[in-house]
């Protein structure tokens, strides 16, 4: 008999021994009532009076399911995001909420749908991060009292009507034409100026033009293919009288000559 009571008793210990990793928590019941929070290790529940449940306190990421929202401007838009959280009070967890997971997703998407509603569409596309923060810090605030700890948001995705994607698509296009336009202006304008004063350096250079003449008709005699008839004018020849030209002239004329 002795011996029978010392095994059952062995086998009542071992069956009270439970463990608990080092990424959870344990949330012990005595007699139906909350008693204490089980440490990672060996810890002792005696059985019929004493339950556990154990509660996973690493981060976890949620998928929000696409949801469909109507901005300030009233542009519907389907927008999906990410959820990470952990548990930093395993007793709340339980004993607050039916289902902490269940409960924060839900939470998420009704969040979701409200501060898109407050915005418009434009600064939901432009300002994508501060929107994550601003639903982060409202599902935050609400979840501390279960104990969760909302750590960041991501939207992942945010879908546009066909109608609405043609529209920015025509406004981007516009926008593109815009910049050319200026930026060509802008190029014709410094061009422009570049030309005066190259035309005012010149006329005020003796025998500038001239020479200028002479080597435009080299480079466009350089192509054989090409035949050129054209009459010199007085102030060409006078440009050989000039001492600091004449044997560059000289030069360029004989090149003519020669193709």
């Not at 008793?9 to 608990?20: D, R």
């Not at 998420?108 to 915005?119: F, K, L, Y």
């Not at 054989?224 to 600091?244: C, K, M, Y």
Request: overall charge negative; glycine content about 4%; charged content about 25%.
């Amino acid at each position: 008999m002795f011996i029978f009571l010392l095994i059952l008793a062995v086998v009542l210990v071992l069956a009270s021994i439970k463990q608990i990793d080092q990424y959870e928590r344990g949330i012990k019941f005595t007699c139906g009532k909350f008693s204490s929070i089980m440490e990672p290790g060996w810890n002792f529940v005696w059985p019929i009076f004493q339950t556990y449940k154990k509660v996973d306190i690493r981060t976890k990421a949620v998928d929000v399911p696409s949801q469909e929202a109507i901005t300030r401007d009233n542009v519907s838009v389907k927008i999906n995001a990410v959820i990470y959280y952990k548990i930093f009070d395993a007793s709340k967890a339980i004993l607050e909420v039916e289902n902490y997971y269940y409960a924060v997703g839900q939470l998420a998407q009704t969040t979701m749908r409200n501060v898109v509603g407050s915005v418009s569409l434009d600064e939901l596309l432009v300002d994508r991060e501060k929107i994550s923060q601003n639903i982060c810090q409202v599902i935050d605030d609400l979840t501390d009292p279960w104990g969760v700890k909302v750590e960041n948001v991501e939207l992942k995705d945010i879908s546009l009507p066909e109608e609405m994607q043609r529209v920015i698509a025509k406004v981007a296009e516009a926008e593109r034409e815009k910049a050319a336009v200026i930026t060509k202006a802008v190029g014709e304008v410094e061009a422009s100026k570049n030309l005066a004063l190259a035309a005012e350096t010149m006329s005020k250079v003796p025998g500038a033009l001239h020479l200028r003449t002479l080597s435009t008709i080299n480079d466009i005699s350089s192509d054989q293919s090409n035949t050129i008839v054209f009459a010199i004018p007085l102030e060409v020849l006078r440009a050989f009288e000039t001492p600091g030209n004449k044997e560059l002239a000289t030069e360029l004329v004989k090149k003519t000559i020669k193709k």
